[in-house]
């Protein structure tokens, strides 16, 4: 074959995308029979399934020799050296990035067509790196049940990782956050597909592509204690292979049903009944050598294939099996179920005369301190006449009214609701498909590339992101993504490899109302609302308003419809890799482009809030009372949508070197340099960026105080105070480009009999975090003056229309914003820990592992008063209720301004017993003994005051002190003396299972006191006694009665996360049966069962103490749902699956 042939082939097969190397490498030294070094013998690698030589080396002066880069597979090496029998060792399985040392290898003299062939048994200690990692094999991805087929939910087996999914039922998108390594938040989990880069870094959550679990090879997650050569995020690394083909044909047909008819009924569920799922995913695979003439034969081919296709059709339950609704007396405007024992307290905390739950006529509330309402002139038994009731009072009601009453029961304790069965139903439907090709262009070249596409659409009943109470406008999100990537690999010389790994990554997304829908069910006008919206022309779909009725389920606040995504990544990685002696040096870089559009999450129809307030000068004191009159406190529209273009560059150099200091000792040194680049906008919409430092308090606006329509518009002073545009003389995205990001890392791996049996390993290193792009430039771009979200206060919904900010006129907004000096987020890592051997195949991994996150992203609320600021007697009233005014950068509401300055810290003991699969059994036992602590949990999370930020330390939401966890696949035995039938019958079966146990993670007691500070954060008061509850059942989770509301102006006495919710008993155990049908083809069934033994697992209770009255705990009369238990994890459930192999 010629080398223009050679080239234009490679050219062909290479064009793609970036990021991982995935290669790994097989070491070992040869001696004579005397023990001396051998030197100048020939060592080869030889790919079994594709019966080619992989690799090729000679031994060094001092016998060594190193078969790299090499592909995730099995191997025989063989050895050859003239007056010595060859040695051959076959069926080395080698992982991922994997270092396996097969230590001395003993020649023999004698003639070499005396071959010694011995099957090996591939090491089960690492005795050659630090990396703290785990493989997860391909026998356990296809082999163990998994709850929605996704391989992630293998990963919960492994030491360190924790997860607070209610449900193993992974039929969702393909999401990455919903686990948490060695105690740092999910978002900084990172997912290569191949070596590519495969997150999404919108936010950090999410996949380009997910492929098939029949389409996966092995993964292997890295946890701790990377090299140098790992960057980008420094939580876990999941690296995933693809399947690669070999030089027989094979294939896979396989189908996998569920049905709520085979599973167990939830245990809250009072209709008896199951919730409706439906699941079926079918696929297959087929894989060989690909003929080429001149280049690729079926019988010495080159050229390998693998493809892939599988399909999902689904519908699942959501959510609970019922919904609280307002009862139908206060459709007709009849409050009086409202009523509660006891009577509103005064001034001086005294009993008068009005009872709990009184509504008042508009502008007759009297407050007392802190805003609380103390007394008014009452509506006789809560009931409103109709002819007080607004003209879009009948719309709002048109919406409540929609579910059929028919069916509902009481609420317990809730006299105004009603209990109505009901269950939202979420649709999945999924085409993912995945080729490869593999050219192996000699023992020095071989490259593949990767195809994947991945097209994805949910729809919910109830909307996407946000919803309604019931289906009113069912929402539908379409995300198709596509992967290409190009690897190519090099022997420059016996010492010198390269490996180029290019990348590109496309993802788009679209949110609107679901096909077919009737207008009629959710268009403003066809429901008869009269009022007219701020921006018409925001609103696409001409959707019914935002809004909440302040009983039960009655939340409609549904994501904007109409709303785009699209994302693109484009990488490079180039690494060298240099053998120097007992050195083994390595170099590389990373170039990394991201092209993402979207616009900021606008808020399509006018949102109204009816909440009480003292902004509100028609207030009755009631949420209910307020729709129905139409007074509302609070009204905000977007002034439309703008899709805006944000890019970021990133470059990353790193340099490693591997000594081995003898055979016992290794040592591994590494630094690498990060340059993560901001995310700026370019094109027609450009960001605006809101800087403190640029905040002139002498241009600061000033705020309409009179009453009326306007009440609260800037009359004054500067609306844009402080904001400054892309590209007017400051950097680009605004933020200072940091270029010293120095990750040094350092490890070392000890065999201290050198036997191969015993290492203790250990190392540590600093890394840093790509900043996800959600938080500071997609929201970012809706600051004003391009995006304009205008908060008009206290008027009637009756007289809202466009000409309210006619004519200029301008309301304090919103903003989002970011510390343009702030720190990469960084973690301090390290390890140390023992790997024994113990025989059978079995080795067991102890380790310490640690970790400290620093300069972490959070956000706070610059615009937050000092506790207790609006409480105080006459603040409120010397700005007429306008509580914008007292803010301290007037013109603006809330603040949410991102910093880098939250700290986290991880100590755990984690054990790991692995048995390769030997004598019929393989299988894993883990366990994690370890302590999560932190501020904040996740990248946009707020603190809930942040002038004292001692309060908001305390455990992680994700922290569970102790979980254990094995899974495992037994071949049964077989019975090789019955006759034919019999054998048909009694061999083949496979008993397979995954058992996990976790203690309960934490939970905050909250309340509903006002602080002051028009912020939130608060949580109860402790007052005494147990927290506890003398018997403890689902509906008395903890002992309410220990708290109570604080006073106004306070916080509560709790700390973050006080109460320990429930732990995880779930045991998933399958039963297979294999049948040889012809010689070549051979059928697989599958039962499989999740919570096989339907053990009920609390999850999620009520943590709120809202007393009616500060400084008092709840009642009987009073608690409502207080201290319940809201659901659970999910019941048994049953899952078919037919496997056909050939």
Known sequence: ??????????????????????????????????????????????????????????????????????????????????????????????????????????????????????????????TSTSNKSYVVTGRQVTQLALNGRDFQSLIRTLPGIVSNDRSDFRLAFN??????????????????????????????????????????GEFKVQTSTFNAEYGRNPGVLIAINTKSGGKDFHGTLYEFLRNNAMDARFPFDTTGTTQKLRFNQFGGNFSGPVPLPGISSLREPKIFFFFNYEGTRATRPLGGTFIDIPHGDLLNGDLSRLYRPGFILDANNQPTQFRNGQIFRPGTVVRGPGGRIIGGDP?????????????????????????????????PNVPEQVRLPFQ????????????????????????????????????????IFGSTPYPIAPQFRAKPGASWSWNLVNVISPTTTNEFIFTYNHLTQVVDILEGTDPARYDREKLGFTFRELYPDSNLRNKFPRFNCGIGSCNFSQFSSGWLSEGKTFAITDNVTLNRGAHTFKFGGLWNRNDNGQQPAWTDALSVNFGPSTENPGDTGNTFANMLLGNYTS??????????????????????????????????????????GPTFTHGRFLQNYFDPARYNPAQAAVLDLNPGLRQGSIIGGNPFNGLVEEGKGIPKGFAKHRYNNWGPRFGFAFDPTGSGRTSIRGGGGIFYERIRQNVNNFDGLGNPPLVYNPTLYGARID????????????????????????QIPTIYSWSLGVQRELGFQTAIDVSYVGNMGRYLQHRRDLNQLPLGTTTRPGVLTAVNGVANALRPYRGFTSVNFTEYGAISNYNGLQARV??????????????????????????????????????EYGPAGYDRTHVLTFDYVYELPQFAKTNKAAKAVANGW?????????????ATITSNANPGTLGGGVRANYTGGSVTPTTRDRFNYFNIFAFARPLEGELGNLGKNTLRLAGINQWDISLFKNTRITERVNAQLRIETFNTFNHTQWGAVNTAINAPNPGQPLTEATRGSAGQVTDTRDPRTIQLGIKLLF
């Not at 299988?923 to 309060?951: P, Q, V």
Request: glycine share 8%; hydrophobic share 40%; aromatic share 10%.
């Open 1 to 126: 074959m010629s080398v223009s042939t050679k080239t234009l082939v490679s050219v062909v097969v290479l064009a793609g995308l970036p990021v991982w190397a995935q290669t790994s490498s097989i070491l070992g030294a040869l001696n004579d029979p005397q023990g001396a070094a051998l030197p100048n013998a020939r060592v080869q690698a030889i790919d079994e399934s594709k019966q080619l030589v992989a690799r090729e080396a000679v031994t060094d002066s001092a016998g060594r020799f190193a078969l790299r880069p090499l592909l995730p597979g099995r191997y025989t090496v063989k050895v050859e050296a003239p007056g010595f029998r060859p040695l051959e060792r076959t069926a080395l399985v080698v992982d991922q990035n994997q270092v396996m040392d097969l230590g001395v290898l003993g020649m023999v003299l004698g003639q070499t067509a005396e071959a010694i062939t011995v099957e090996a048994q591939v090491p089960l200690v690492e």
């Open 175 to 216: 999401n990455t956050d919903a686990f948490n390594v060695n105690g740092l938040r999910g978002s900084m989990n990172n997912v290569y597909l191949d070596g590519s880069i495969n997150t999404d870094v919108g936010a950090n959550d999410g996949q380009y592509t997910q492929i098939s679990l029949d389409a996966v």
């Open 379 to 411: 509506y006789i038994n809560n009931i409103i006449p109709r002819a007080e009731w607004s003209a879009n009072a009948p719309a709002f009601l048109k919406l409540l009214a929609v579910p059929d009453r028919s069916t509902a029961s009481p609420t």
């Open 424 to 463: 939202n139903s979420y649709g999945f439907r999924k085409n993912a498909e995945v080729l490869r090709v593999d050219y192996a262009v000699s023992p020095k070249a071989n490259f593949f590339f990767r195809w994947a596409d991945d097209s994805q659409r949910e729809t919910n009943l109830l909307g």
């Open 635 to 676: 009204i905000t529209q977007s002034n439309g949508r703008f899709y805006g273009d944000f890019r970021f560059y990133g470059y990353e150099l790193y340099g490693q070197d591997t000594w081995k200091v003898s055979r016992k000792l290794t040592f591994d040194f590494g630094l690498r340099w990060a340059y993560y």
């Open 799 to 822: 007289q809202v229309s466009p000409a309210l900010i006619a004519g200029g006129t301008r309301f304090p907004v919103g903003l989002s914003a970011f510390d343009p000096a702030g």
């Open 914 to 951: 692995t048995r390769r699969f030997a004598r019929a059994l393989t299988g894993n036992l883990s366990y994690t003994w370890s302590k999560a602590m932190s501020e904040i949990d996740g990248d946009g999370t707020g603190l809930g005051y942040f002038m004292d930020r001692r309060r």
């Open 990 to 1002: 496979q008993l397979a299972g995954i058992t996990r146990f976790a203690t309960g993670n934490p």
